[in-house]
């Protein structure tokens, strides 16, 4: 997956935690939440699974979908995340080389 503009939705391994995030590079931007190269939410809460993403056409776009999830109540997003994902595998698991 090449750069793209993305809103993505992190959880960790127990599906306790949720993050929603914006980004113009979504595969690097996963890498860094999963080898916790910033200290902050995700890696306090160790929210490495992608379990959600949607791809918007401008930043402006992608930035307010994610102050709209933001709002959401935590069965709204797990909704969401069930339609794309029911099984809430990490989106991301072939992504990378170990």
């Not at 102050?67 to 099984?87: D, G």
Request: charged fraction near 30%; aromatic fraction near 16%.
């Amino acid at each position: 997956m090449d750069k793209v503009i993305a809103v993505y939705i992190l959880s960790n391994y127990e599906g306790t935690t949720f993050y929603v995030g914006v980004t113009s590079d979504l595969k690097k931007r996963i890498y860094e939440h999963k080898n916790k190269l910033f200290k902050g939410f995700s890696a306090k809460y160790n929210l490495e699974k992608l379990v959600y993403y949607e791809i918007s056409d401008s930043i402006e776009s992608a930035i307010e979908r994610e102050k709209q999830i933001k709002r959401w109540h935590r069965q709204w997003k797990i909704n969401l995340i069930k339609e794309q994902n029911p099984q809430f595998n990490d989106l991301s698991s072939n992504w990378y080389r170990c």
